[in-house]
T-cell receptor
C-alpha cells in the first residue's frame, strides 16, 4: 500500500513570496489533515478535510494560508505572502477510520 | 481548554536501559489516545491506540498505559536501542462529529551507547 505522498520535500523562499505544497493521501482515505510543525514542537493542525469539505480550520491563518482538496483526493496548501515565522515542516496526513498516516513532510525555510 | 502535556521535555538514557514517558490531558469528550514515534526528518508513525476501556497495550518493546480517571497515560520503553532515539508524541482524540486531534509537544529521547 502506497503511503501519503508530499512534494516538494524542501523549499527555500524569501519573505513575501508565495509557496504551494501538494499532498496525495492514501487511496480511499476520506479525511486529510495539514499540520505545521515548528522545530522542537508537536504538530499543530492547520486544516482538516472530510472528503472535500472543511471540518476544522480554526487554527489556519486565513489572511495568508489557504488550502483546497479538489474531488476529495489530492490537496494543496498555499502560503501567500510568506513570513519568517512560517519556517517549519508542513505535514500532511490521511485517515480512513481512526488511524492517521503521515507523509514525510515539506521543510519550508523563509529567509 | 483541551490540552495535552508531556514530560519530560527531553531525556537521555543509556542503551539497554528502560524509560517511561508521561502524558497528561485535559480533553473532553475523550475518544482515544495514541502514542506516535517521530524520527528526525520523518512524519510521525503510530505506536499504540487506546480507547477508554483499555488500560494497557503493547507493541513489541513499547507498552502504553491509560488511566482514564486521572487522565494520564505513559509509554514505557524496555531495553532501549539506539534506534529508539526520536520524539515521542502523545495524541488525544476528541469524540465529536469528526475526529478532533490534539497533539502534545512531544518528548525528545536520545539513547546513547
Amino acid at each position: 500500500e502506497a503511503g501519503v505522498a508530499q512534494s516538494p520535500r524542501y523549499k527555500i523562499i524569501e519573505k513575501r513570496q508565495s509557496v504551494a505544497f501538494w499532498c496525495n493521501p492514501i487511496s480511499g482515505h476520506a479525511t486529510l489533515y495539514w499540520y505545521q510543525q515548528i522545530l522542537g514542537q508537536g504538530p499543530k493542525l492547520l486544516i482538516q478535510f472530510q472528503n472535500n469539505g472543511v471540518v476544522d480550520d480554526s487554527q489556519l491563518p486565513k489572511d495568508r494560508f489557504s488550502a483546497e482538496r479538489l474531488k476529495g483526493v489530492d490537496s494543496t496548501l498555499k502560503i501567500q505572502p510568506a513570513k519568517l515565522e512560517d519556517s517549519a515542516v508542513y505535514l500532511c496526513a490521511s485517515s480512513f477510520s481512526s488511524e492517521q498516516y503521515f507523509g514525510p513532510g515539506t521543510r519550508l525555510t523563509v529567509t | 481548554k483541551n490540552q495535552v502535556e508531556q514530560s519530560p521535555q527531553s531525556l537521555i538514557i543509556l542503551e539497554g536501559k528502560n524509560c517511561t514517558l508521561q502524558c497528561n490531558y485535559t480533553v473532553s469528550p475523550f475518544s482515544n489516545l495514541r502514542w506516535y514515534k517521530q524520527d528526525t526528518g520523518r512524519g510521525p508513525v503510530s505506536l499504540t491506540i487506546m480507547t477508554f476501556s483499555e488500560n494497557t497495550k503493547s507493541n513489541g518493546r513499547y507498552t502504553a498505559t491509560l488511566d482514564a480517571d486521572t487522565k494520564q497515560s505513559s509509554l514505557h520503553i524496555t531495553a532501549s536501542q539506539l534506534s529508539d532515539s526520536a520524539s515521542y508524541i502523545c495524541v488525544v482524540i476528541l469524540k465529536t462529529s469528526y475526529d478532533k486531534v490534539i497533539f502534545g509537544p512531544g518528548t525528545s529521547l536520545s539513547v546513547i551507547p
